[in-house]
């Protein structure tokens, strides 16, 4: 009688942590899914949500997540393509409304703008090809643009952190000792600028380096209202 007792305690007992560990992995593939959502929208691409180790089903109790990795490698700031993006939002509030989905207490991202992105963006931004090149330097921190068919022409900017926005500067821009035409160089400014300028969930620039393959840039934010679900786009009713 007493091993029948125990075999139903355990059998009780399997039944009940089988099914935790069922709703709790149904709880996290929803919650990953919405956030998905949510932050796709601020990033314009695909992202890898990442959760913290809090079980699930206890933060449906609270609706408060610790924190919420974000991993993206083709995302989109103004007219910028290719940057490659791993942000990490930390107290997390989940509380739809007409006007919100929630609330973020802080944030921070590592953003890589490799030279390929630059081009691929120049070309997209500037007609008729002029920017045939994209060469990023370390040591002075500056992006050398080749124009024009073999790059006879050159255009050296300086990107640079100025309190909370980043500024681009003209260093030099010459054909043959011959000052490049001024739309042009304002363009090729412009492009860099409104790349380096739209930040996700309220962030903004805290650094700034120019790298041999590229731009390195860091982010960091406070406390920012996520706006609700965009229509046609799954709740994240888990956790509300």
Known sequence: MRNKAVLISTLVVAALVAALIAGEVIARHTAKKCMSQQFESQLGTQ?????????????????????????????????????????????????????????????????????AGIQTTMSEQLMGGLISGVRSSESDGTLLFAVGPGGLATLTVKPRIVGDVVQVDTMQAQVLGIGLPTDLVDGVVKVISDSLQAYPLGMKPKSLEVTDEGIHMSLAGEKFVMPPPQSGADSCGVLS
């Open 47 to 115: 992202v890898d949500i990442g959760l913290s180790v809090k079980p699930m089903l206890l933060q449906l109790i609270d609706k408060k997540v610790p924190y919420v990795t974000v991993d993206s490698d083709d995302s989109a700031f103004g007219p910028a393509k290719d940057m490659e993006v791993h942000a990490r939002v930390n107290d997390v509030v989940v509380s739809e409304s007409a006007q919100s989905s929630g609330t973020i207490g802080s944030s921070s991202a590592d953003i890589e703008w490799p030279t």
